[in-house]
């Protein structure tokens, strides 16, 4: 039986034109329901990673006025599987609206898919796929969710396997707008961690070649995460007004994708791992790295960055002890040694969007 959303898809005059068992096919695999008591209730079995997580927020207010007039779609930057446990719970921590999440369709195998497909509210996304059919119900499928939901997704499409922010795709941006809702705002979310619980994962495998079953991504994660604690610091920005944008105007959904790609790259938190990572040599003493980050963080505080450290003691303080038990480095006789550098290089690229000269680190 066809659900509301579905029947509205069917009826949308750019979508008749296509085989409708086809579209039907990709409906069912897109269909998606959020029962938000349990939602709730999936933080106790889930406690065991996010314990080893510290979430905190900035900028909530933004959300919060948004909330009470506006539709939502909130953007984000991706760096981890933890994003989609991390950034909706920070909202649900605050009483604020359970936003439906557009996820790869890599995590609805198995029992997680389960979950995903009927308790969180997460929409299966083939980011390759190029049938029109799919692409076409897609969009429609996202504008009728709007009508009722808020939806919270990653223009990036997958993580970031090198560190780096990635340039923005306008599929769902377009999708969005499809919506024709005058209410309609962007709220560009960042999302940085003190320690990637994949660092090393991502790191070494630098570029997505193909893709892997979550499974075994999981019994990956699950092996990095013993000793593994990190906070979280999840940014909203200020709300962007898309209702006037037009969805058929190419110039208007790029200028929108390339904005929103700027306000989450100047909100993205700078902590100490990055500027430790992004000052180090392969061996410094001490006092040469604290000076450096010294230097690299007056370049960020000119550049108006999201500053989260404030000084190369506070970074060597904060960061040498986490990065040398994850194995990156290596402290000797007043010294740092490099021990993983495709990784510390992962570290340090996380913040060359903000640096006037990048690609200088190591």
Same mark, same amino acid.
């Given at each position: 039986?066809?659900d !509301?959303i579905s029947?509205a898809?069917?009826a949308?005059?750019?979508?008749?034109?296509y085989?409708?068992e086809?579209?039907h096919?990709y409906?069912d695999?897109?269909?998606?329901?959020? /029962?938000?008591?349990?939602?709730?209730?999936?933080q106790?079995?889930l406690? $065991?990673?996010?314990?080893?997580?510290e979430r905190?927020?900035e900028?909530?207010?933004?959300? @919060? %006025?948004a909330? /009470?007039t506006?539709?939502i779609?909130?953007a984000s930057?991706?760096? *981890?599987h933890? !994003?989609?446990?991390?950034?909706?719970?920070?909202?649900?921590?605050?009483?604020? +609206?359970?936003p439906?999440i557009?996820?790869g369709?890599n995590?609805?195998?198995?029992?997680l898919?389960?979950?995903?497909?009927?308790v969180t509210?997460?929409?299966?996304i083939?980011?390759?796929?190029k049938?029109?059919?799919?692409?076409?119900?897609?969009?429609?499928?996202?504008a009728?969710?709007?009508?009722?939901?808020?939806?919270?997704f990653? &223009?990036?499409?997958?993580r970031s396997?090198?560190?780096?922010?990635?340039?923005a795709?306008?599929?769902l941006?377009n999708?969005?707008l499809?919506?024709?809702r *005058?209410?309609l705002?962007i709220?560009?979310t960042?999302?940085a961690? !003190?320690?990637?619980?994949? !660092?090393?994962i991502?790191?070494?495998?630098?570029?997505?070649?193909r893709?892997?079953?979550?499974?075994?991504e999981? @019994?990956?994660? =699950?092996r990095y995460?013993? #000793?593994y604690?990190?906070?979280a610091f999840v940014t909203?920005?200020?709300?962007?007004a898309a209702?006037?944008c037009? $969805?058929?105007?190419?110039?208007? =959904?790029?200028e929108?994708?390339?904005l929103v790609? @700027?306000r989450?790259?100047?909100?993205?938190? =700078?902590?100490?791992? %990055?500027v430790?990572a992004?000052?180090?040599?392969? *061996?410094?003493?001490?006092?040469?790295l604290e #000076?450096r980050?010294?230097?690299?963080i007056?370049?960020?505080? %000119? /550049?108006?960055?999201?500053l989260?450290?404030?000084?190369g003691?506070?970074?060597?303080?904060?960061?040498?002890? &986490?990065?040398e038990?994850?194995?990156v480095v290596v402290?000797?006789? #007043?010294?740092?040694?490099?021990?993983? +550098?495709t990784v510390l290089r992962?570290? @340090? /690229?996380?913040i060359?969007h903000?640096? =006037?000269?990048t690609?200088?680190?190591h």
């Amino acid at each position: 039986m066809l659900d !509301d959303i579905s029947l509205a898809v069917l009826a949308r005059e750019d979508v008749l034109k296509y085989p409708r068992e086809q579209v039907h096919a990709y409906l069912d695999e897109l269909r998606t329901t959020q /029962r938000h008591k349990f939602y709730r209730a999936l933080q106790h079995p889930l406690y $065991p990673i996010l314990r080893k997580i510290e979430r905190k927020h900035e900028n909530l207010h933004y959300v @919060a %006025a948004a909330v /009470r007039t506006h539709r939502i779609v909130y953007a984000s930057n991706h760096k *981890s599987h933890t !994003d989609y446990l991390v950034e909706p719970l920070v909202l649900d921590d605050n009483g604020i +609206r359970p936003p439906l999440i557009a996820a790869g369709i890599n995590l609805f195998g198995g029992p997680l898919g389960l979950i995903h497909k009927h308790v969180t509210g997460a929409i299966p996304i083939r980011r390759n796929m190029k049938d029109p059919a799919y692409l076409i119900t897609l969009k429609a499928y996202v504008a009728e969710i709007l009508k009722k939901h808020d939806l919270f997704f990653y &223009p990036e499409g997958g993580r970031s396997y090198s560190g780096e922010l990635k340039p923005a795709k306008t599929g769902l941006f377009n999708a969005a707008l499809s919506a024709h809702r *005058s209410d309609l705002v962007i709220i560009p979310t960042a999302v940085a961690y !003190d320690l990637v619980l994949e !660092d090393h994962i991502l790191a070494h495998q630098q570029i997505k070649k193909r893709q892997r079953p979550f499974t075994r991504e999981l @019994a990956e994660m =699950v092996r990095y995460a013993v #000793g593994y604690w990190s906070r979280a610091f999840v940014t909203f920005g200020a709300p962007i007004a898309a209702g006037e944008c037009d $969805p058929r105007s190419r110039t208007d =959904v790029l200028e929108l994708t390339r904005l929103v790609r @700027a306000r989450i790259g100047g909100l993205y938190k =700078v902590l100490s791992t %990055a500027v430790f990572a992004a000052a180090m040599r392969p *061996s410094i003493t001490r006092r040469d790295l604290e #000076g450096r980050i010294d230097r690299l963080i007056e370049e960020l505080a %000119a /550049r108006h960055a999201n500053l989260g450290v404030t000084s190369g003691r506070q970074a060597i303080e904060e960061a040498a002890e &986490p990065l040398e038990l994850r194995g990156v480095v290596v402290a000797e006789r #007043g010294r740092f040694r490099v021990r993983e +550098r495709t990784v510390l290089r992962y570290y @340090a /690229r996380t913040i060359e969007h903000l640096l =006037v000269t990048t690609g200088r680190t190591h």
